[in-house]
């Protein structure tokens, strides 16, 4: 079983913790209809894309 040999320091320790934030996801307005979505994915309430119907959605 692997113990340490030294103690670890407080500035190595939150160094190494400097990275557990959380991310929020990038959102963009769609173009189409200005709902946010996922960038580079389709329009989950319009069915649109790049300005093309991709998705066939009943109004």
């Known amino acids: 079983m692997a113990v340490p040999k030294h103690r670890t320091s407080k500035m190595k320790k939150r160094q190494r913790r400097a990275n557990w934030r959380l991310v929020t996801p990038n ?12 960038p580079h994915t ?5 069915g649109y894309y790049d300005g093309k119907e991709i998705v066939k959605k009943e109004a």
Do not use: F, R, W
């Open 27 to 38: 959102m963009v307005k769609c173009s189409h209809c200005g709902e946010y979505t996922k």
């Open 42 to 46: 389709v329009c989950k309430a319009c």
